[in-house]
């Protein structure tokens, strides 16, 4: 069993973190999970998405952070704002494991976002208290997810209408490598939502740039998929998180 708590990091309602931790004390400190939901940014979309995947891995064993954060639409987000969410609420964690108040391991932090979750998970990850990152469908190439008109309009709604080449390169995990930190890149080959070829050629320049970067690749799965709990990537993905980062 699990108990779960909801912790603020901020004033603004959206920040705040569903905490999920294993009842059996006996364990810690427990390795750390920070999950952050997909959605194309925006705030028709919340960090319930992340719910079966946090109990799951509280199940295992792992302290569970599901992370909220001000999204696109009337919530306040966007550029770069949201991005700054996730620093804030990494660095809140980071510093709490030092001082002991949350029974992590600080040497075992795991950040594992999906979609857009992904894109704040590789983008935040350098820096912070993640010791490694899982990249569930993640948006890594913001001009081409914007040329090709993904999530019908995200990225402007993220960026902005009229943003400059800067921040393009700012905002793209596959424009920051290296980041210095082990990466597991999980796409499904049926993805309709984003392409499985961003995330052949994320992991293939991570490699290029020096990451420990890794790519599996889901057959037949659709976007959703990769954060089933009962989908046969997980075991994968799991044995992954078991060793990385320690």
């Not at 020096?210 to 659709?222: F, I, K």
């Amino acid at each position: 069993m699990a108990s779960r708590h909801v912790f603020a990091y901020g004033e603004h309602p959206s920040r705040l973190v569903h905490i999920h931790q294993p009842d059996d004390d006996d364990r810690a400190p427990f390795p750390v999970a920070v999950l952050l939901h997909g959605g194309w940014w925006r705030d028709a979309h919340d960090l319930r998405l992340m719910d079966p995947l946090a109990a799951e891995l509280a199940e295992a064993g792992w302290l569970v952070w599901n992370v909220e954060y001000r999204r696109t639409g009337g919530d306040g987000g966007g550029w770069p704002q949201t991005l700054d969410d996730v620093r804030g609420a990494l660095d809140l964690l980071g510093a709490r494991l030092e001082e002991g108040a949350e029974p992590g391991d600080p040497g075992r932090v795991v950040a594992v976002g999906h979609s857009a979750g992904g894109h704040l998970a590789l983008l935040a990850a350098p820096g912070s208290a993640v010791t490694a990152v899982v990249g569930l469908a993640p948006v890594t190439d913001l001009r081409a997810a914007a040329e090709a008109g993904l999530g019908e309009g995200a990225v402007a709604d993220f960026l902005g209408p009229h943003a400059a080449d800067s921040a393009f390169a700012a905002a793209a995990p596959l424009e920051r490598l290296p980041l210095g930190l082990p990466q597991l890149i999980v796409h499904g080959d049926a993805d309709q939502r984003v392409p499985v070829a961003h995330s052949r050629a994320y992991t293939a320049a991570a490699r290029a740039a020096g990451d420990a970067a890794d790519l599996v690749e889901a057959a037949g799965a659709d976007h959703f998929a990769v954060i089933d709990p009962a989908h046969e990537v997980w075991q994968a993905v799991g044995e992954w998180m078991a060793t990385a980062g320690s």
